[in-house]
């Protein structure tokens, strides 16, 4: 493959109205965007594997008015450690930087036209919906008591429970449409739309830029209201929560031992802070950090972490039987991760959370949400966690 990087002002028609990344995506393309930084493809160049993505992307002769911009690949990698994960490498590439710079990079001939042209705005449409339980609220529940009383005999530190629902709708989702108002309510989590999985995720599991590696896990949960007042007394609640501390500290614990032995050194916040999204907010904690050179990749990064104890547990091993004993239900790509990478091994990477996977004729898609149990969780509890979390997706498909 050959592939050709140009400065996307020379290719826009109007310098000061660069094209935006969800528009470029639309319904039928691959997005990864927070804030307007991020990366949107057109079409398949071709599909790698996930642990032979850099060699193949470093493999490409490509040219570029930048030395510090590289073709990439985009993809998920799913829920159960060491599945078999595929990359996308997208014949057009639309890429914005923090800093301003934006580019486009096109593989072998493709037309780079169709990423610049104008899509019409999404039309809205009386649509019906029905909500639908995969598992029985009775078997999530039991789920979570099984977890709790684990903890409580010392088997496990923590366990995450999820439970699935299914949104049916009488015409096909409209994509692009989800994607704008994942932007209007979630600018600041990062969206994705990859194969019909369609997300905003407020957590990151692991960035790569050069030498330097982040990561900014999240644990422990409680929702908003849209009272100023109430959501600090909330946020107050979560900060002095022992259960949700210990929650947290669980998984803080394990992202710093996981990333410290590639790191000459890793720094991190001392006590957590508060990281609101539209409808929860959650417990965070930044890590930044120098990894020791030549590093890793940021795809051996994400196999060495994923999942965290934010979606598996506490012993990994441990919680990951639990859970496959008793949540009735396979995860798939939820629970996982979601990002790009470079032939240099550079990439972002959030936790694949908050979002819908989509049938193929786009008239269903499933929604999971769960939470970490520990010894004093209360299963009617963990099940209003799940109600709050679901409320992401659910109003960015159904709202008109």
């Known amino acids: 493959m050959r592939a050709v990087t140009r400065p996307l002002t020379d290719l826009a028609p109007d310098a000061t109205a660069l094209p935006d990344l969800n528009d470029v995506a639309a319904g039928d393309g691959t997005l990864f965007v927070r804030d307007g930084v991020g990366v949107a493809g057109r079409g398949v160049a071709t599909r790698v594997p996930i642990d032979e993505a850099t060699e193949v992307l470093r493999a490409i002769d490509h040219t570029s008015f930048r030395d510090d911009i590289h073709p990439i690949a985009i993809g998920t990698v799913p829920f159960t450690p060491g599945s078999p994960g595929e990359l996308i490498i997208p014949r057009v590439v639309v890429g914005k930087r923090a800093d301003g710079v934006a580019w486009l990079t096109t593989i072998d001939d493709a037309d780079p036209a169709d990423a610049l042209a104008l899509r019409p705005d999404p039309v809205p449409t009386a649509t019906r919906y029905s909500l639908g339980h995969e598992v029985p609220i009775e078997t999530y529940l039991a789920a979570v008591a099984a977890a709790r009383d684990a903890v409580r005999r010392d088997e496990l530190t923590k366990a995450v429970i999820a439970r699935p629902i299914d949104i049916r709708a009488d015409r096909p989702i409209d994509v692009h449409a989800v994607l704008r108002r994942l932007k209007a309510s979630f600018g600041s989590s990062y969206r994705y739309s990859i194969d019909g999985l369609v997300g905003a995720s407020p957590e990151l599991l692991v960035e790569v830029d050069g030498p330097t590696v982040r990561s900014h896990p999240l644990a422990g949960t409680t ?37 410290l032995p590639w790191a000459s050194y890793l720094d991190w916040e001392p006590e957590p802070s508060i990281v609101a999204v539209a409808n929860v907010q959650h417990l965070g904690t930044r890590m930044e950090g120098m990894l020791s050179q030549p590093g890793p990749s940021v795809i051996e990064l994400v196999r060495a972490l994923a999942p965290t104890p934010a979606l598996g547990g506490h012993p990994r091993a441990e919680a990951l039987a639990l859970i496959d004993a008793v949540e009735g239900f396979e995860r798939g790509r939820y629970g996982g991760a979601v990002g790009w990478v470079d032939g240099h091994g550079n990439g972002t990477w959030a936790v694949t959370i908050r979002c819908a996977e989509l049938s193929v004729d786009r008239r269903s898609a499933r929604l999971v949400a769960g939470g970490g149990i520990v010894a004093g969780s209360d299963p009617h509890a963990e099940l209003a966690e799940t109600q709050a979390k679901f409320q992401a997706m659910i109003s960015a498909i159904v709202r008109p």
């Open 223 to 259: 929702r908003r209201t849209g009272d100023p007042a109430n959501d600090f007394a909330l946020a107050r609640e979560l900060q002095a929560s022992a259960k949700n501390q210990i929650e947290h500290r669980v998984v803080i614990d394990v992202v710093h031992d996981t990333l």
